[in-house]
């Protein structure tokens, strides 16, 4: 999205707003709106991919308050149940743990058991009791209905031990499995998502395979341990720049169910609107990623050899997009990361999922960095917390939005502040509109009849500045209106810097 000029944030102020609801006509279609409006057409037989569930995950990791007064009280060894309600409510469907570039330095067996020592974050800093770990991890993640996502240390840690984690968590039998149960949880955990190492190329970390090669040799490794205690788990690969990205894939594609991508979107000082430019480059990087995944990687694995003692990939590697989010230069707390999102940043957060949407085909997970605390959708205090701005449309897309994305395009004049993605289950069309500028006007043209009444769920704040903060716990800025459209209604006003979903039936 181009960055607009003052002089054409005063043109939107003049725009009417409204918006056009109604079906395909056949042939011209005769303009009822303005020359100044937008138009957004809705392709429903133009499938662009199923949107995997997984793209609404969240994340957690040993870092600053995320976990230990985030979401676990440690005085009194629970999870805080003010935050547990706001995350039950947010409803990810994926949770990853326990990093990270801590993972680097993360054994899993301090976690688990009556005996737990204190060690040192080596990364973060602190020091951990390891009062939170794998159990406690699978515990919160049945309890938010959300499948595990663990990642496995290939810094300080071995093959060996990574495969023994798979042994605690998934199998029926075994001395790992023995001690699960003796841990209190008898029946395997079942956790299918596994990632191999985090950020391995970044020289600064305290990780040992920086050369795409060494990884490659110690990711094969990894897997065939990982595979042998249980050939249905699915693995992340690390991603990077071109040059890794392309000798990962072409060397551990067998094996290599997604690769990971990392997108932190930003704004300049003193320009808020620089903030959509910054994640319309996000969309570049999904799109260039996933044409390597089409260059270096056959969609089907052929002639496996049957002495690995487990199959190959199954599926066409996709895109794990296992860290994503916006981290301002202006944070708090342990470097910087506890940011204050205004509702700038949630019409951010919903431009993100609308490219999720988009780039459906490519995208089989994503997790929100992080959720509590640290770049984080919920804050707390001691005493309260607090949603944030972006725990709105996390929130609503997740409830709404369909299975199957389809094709959406904006044109005309006032286009230029709208990002669009539709999606369907067959029986309903969702539409999803941010409004990032003060106003628009909006002619929406379908090529399908749609049936009943439109709903409409608008996510608003007064200006791009409001925010819900520590401070005013009892305030929220973010309103929330649902409204069914009069039968027959060929207008829908877009209210300014706004979040609008529309549904019909089909």
């Known amino acids: 999205m181009k960055t607009m000029k003052q002089q054409s944030r005063r043109e ?41 569930p997984n793209i609404y995950g969240q994340f957690i990791e040993h870092l600053g308050r995320a976990i230990y007064g985030g979401i676990y009280d440690d005085g009194k060894r629970r999870f805080r149940p003010d935050v547990l309600e706001k995350v039950q409510q947010l409803r990810p469907p994926l949770l990853r743990y326990p990093g990270g570039t801590v993972t680097k330095i993360y054994h899993w067996k301090d976690g688990v058991g009556p005996n737990r020592p204190v060690r040192k974050n080596l990364i973060w800093g602190g020091i951990d009791n390891n009062h939170f770990g794998t159990d406690e991890f699978l515990r919160y993640a049945e309890l938010l209905g959300a499948a595990p996502f663990l990642t496995v240390n290939m ?27 003796n841990n209190g949880h008898a029946q395997p955990y ?19 395979l920086q050369d795409p090669q060494d990884y490659i040799k110690q990711a094969w490794y990894y897997a065939k341990l990982m595979k042998l205690q249980d050939p249905s788990i699915e693995l992340v690969m690390v991603g990077d720049q071109d040059g890794w990205n392309q000798q990962v894939l072409e060397a551990l594609h067998p094996v290599c ?35 390597q995944i089409r260059a270096f990687t056959p969609e089907k694995v052929e002639n496996f050899s049957k002495w690995y003692r487990f199959s190959g990939r199954q599926q066409p590697v996709r895109i794990a997009l296992d860290e994503w989010g916006i981290w301002e230069a202006n944070g708090q707390g342990a470097y910087g990361l506890e940011m204050e999102y205004t509702w700038n940043h949630a019409l951010g957060v919903a431009t993100f999922l609308n490219i999720f949407q988009r780039n459906a085909a490519v995208i089989g997970l994503a997790t929100w960095a992080q959720t509590v605390n640290v770049l984080a959708p919920i804050m707390t205090n001691e005493t309260t917390s607090i949603c ?17 994305s389809v094709a959406a395009t904006a044109t005309g004049a006032g286009a230029a502040a709208l990002d669009v993605a539709a999606s369907t289950d067959g029986k309903t069309l969702t539409l999803a509109i941010v409004n990032r500028d003060s106003r628009a006007a909006i002619d929406i043209r379908l090529n399908a009849k749609t049936t009943g009444q439109w709903t409409a769920h608008e996510l608003t704040a007064a200006s791009i500045e409001a925010k819900n903060t520590l401070a005013a716990p009892a305030t929220n800025v973010v309103g929330h209106r649902q409204r069914t459209l009069p039968a027959g209604a060929k207008t829908y006003a877009m209210a300014a810097h706004s979040i609008t979903i529309l549904q019909a039936a089909l």
């Open 388 to 404: 944030q701005t972006v725990y709105y449309p996390l929130a609503l897309y997740r409830k709404l939005c369909g299975p199957r």
């Open 12 to 52: 939107f102020m003049k725009l009417s707003t409204g918006t056009l609801l109604g079906a395909a006509v056949p042939g011209p279609v005769k303009k009822l709106f303005r020359p100044d409006a937008a138009e957004v057409t809705v392709d429903v037989s133009h499938g662009l991919g199923d949107i995997s």
């Open 155 to 181: 810094g300080t840690g071995t093959a060996e031990e990574a495969a023994q984690w798979v042994e605690y968590c998934n199998a029926t039998a075994g001395d790992y499995a023995t001690q699960r149960s």
């Open 257 to 291: 169910d997604y690769i990971s991508l990392h997108l932190y979107a930003r704004s300049k000082p003193g320009d808020p609107a620089s903030l959509f430019a910054s994640i319309a480059a996000m969309e570049a990087s999904i799109q260039k990623l996933g044409a």
């Open 190 to 208: 079942g956790v299918h998502y596994w990632g191999l190492g985090n950020e391995e190329a970044a020289k600064e970390d305290a990780g040992r």
